[in-house]
């Protein structure tokens, strides 16, 4: 009875220490080559992979055991990745049934550059896209974590997982838009692409954003989220790309300012965009405008140059419609007036309205017989259109100085 107490005692101190030994240490093998060969087959076919030996440790509160492979290499047609480990897991009761039914795959890469990264997806389908990718990519790095899961069959399953970020990124666009210093993680999922903490330096401009999301829907992408720049002088070269194009009415010569920007877009498999709508909140800390209106028979003092201080200003875009709201200081005699003003472009008209306050600057309309007074203050309102390649129609135009007021219509 005591010889059998003490192989009871022998052979379950034998099995405690195996399993802490399994579950803290682990042994290596390569009996599960094959299977995770195969599970990589199945994502494709072509595909090769080179395994080092397998680590197998047991984790006992799940009755499962842990697979882990360090350093193995993934080929496709001569192109390959390195990856920087392959886990998985297998139940018990797989492994005692001689089955080994991995049920998941967890693939961490090395750091990967990422004209390499395009170039081996490539080498599955060799689209358009990627190609043009391939082509305006300059630099920059890519690591990922892939979850992938198989159904009983061995089939992948659509809930796959994707996370890792993108660093020090660089590509042209246009031969006149160059993007640095590109910056984000991201996961990506079966229904949409997430970006986080994005910051780009775009033509030395700093750009960064809380969130992106692309969602996938039918044979489109519909990509909302936040574009932000933070206080930022724009030289004459971002001048040119970014404001002129778009304000070619107004000889901007110099201006700092920062900007919150929502938009959304959708965007179909030939990337081409669809249903753009745009939201800024601009802060014009100070901007400078070349005066090319004769004005000074109206304004006297009136300078080569207008100033536009501390100004804040809504824009707002969709449907080939755009809406402009702002107010703020502008100095274009000696001392600083109040402006607010609106525009509302449909088509090629654009509506505008315009309320100028001013105090302690002169004001002279020879054909009203008026002269405003330095001490009080005057009010100055106006609207109408203008369509483009045409002149201003003026709509209505109102003069108030304290109990005397102008309207004209």
């Known amino acids: 009875m005591k010889i059998l107490s003490k ?25 599960f080559n094959k299977q995770i060969s195969d599970k990589i087959k199945n994502i ?5 992979i080179e395994l080092k030996k ?17 350093g193995p290499k993934i080929i496709n047609k001569q192109k390959s990745l390195d990856i920087e480990n392959i886990k998985t897991q297998i139940s018990l009761k797989s492994f005692f049934q001689d089955q080994f039914l991995i049920e998941n795959l967890e693939l961490s890469t090395k750091p990967i550059e990422i004209k390499n990264a395009i170039s081996f997806l490539r080498s599955f389908k060799n689209s358009t896209e990627l190609y043009i990718l391939e082509k305006i990519v300059k630099k920059g790095f890519l690591v990922a974590d892939i979850k992938l899961n198989f159904d009983e069959k061995g089939n992948i399953k659509e809930n796959f997982q994707i996370d890792g970020f993108i660093k020090d990124t660089r590509f042209g666009l246009l031969e006149k838009y160059e993007f640095n210093k590109l910056n984000f993680s991201f996961n990506l999922n079966n229904e949409k692409f997430l970006l986080q903490d994005l910051a780009l330096n775009l033509n030395n401009i700093n750009l960064n954003s809380n969130k992106i999301i692309v969602s996938f829907i039918k044979n489109k992408y519909i990509v909302e989220g936040e574009i932000n720049s933070k206080e930022i002088l724009i030289n004459q070269q971002d001048k040119n790309l970014f404001i002129q194009p778009y304000l070619k009415l107004y000889n901007i010569d ?18 081409k965009f669809n249903k753009l709508k745009v939201k800024t909140l601009l802060n014009i800390n100070e901007a400078s405008l070349l005066n090319k209106f004769d004005l000074k028979n ?20 969709q449907k080939q419609s755009l809406s402009v709201k702002g107010k703020g200081d502008i100095i274009s005699q000696k001392n600083k007036d109040i402006i607010k003003y609106s525009f509302n472009k449909k088509d090629d008209v654009l509506f505008f309205e315009l309320f100028l306050k001013i105090k302690d600057n002169p004001i002279i309309l020879e054909i009203l017989n008026f002269k405003n007074n330095l001490n009080k203050e005057t009010l100055i309102k106006s609207s109408g259109s203008y369509k483009f390649d045409k002149d201003f129609l003026i709509k209505e135009f109102s003069l108030k100085q304290k109990k005397n007021e102008i309207k004209i219509k």
């Open 7 to 31: 192989i009871t005692l022998i052979t379950f101190s034998l099995i405690l220490i195996l399993i802490l030994y399994l579950s803290f240490f682990g042994i290596e093998t390569n009996k």
């Open 298 to 317: 109206i304004f006297p003092e009136i300078k080569e140059e207008i100033s536009l201080v501390d100004h804040k200003i809504e824009i707002d875009y």
């Open 54 to 70: 397998i680590k197998i440790n047991l984790d006992i509160f799940k009755l499962k055991i842990k697979v882990k492979t360090i």
């Open 254 to 271: 110099k201006i700092n300012l920062s900007s919150k920007n929502k938009f959304n877009f959708e965007l179909d498999k030939k990337f």
């Open 44 to 48: 494709d076919n072509n595909l090769e």
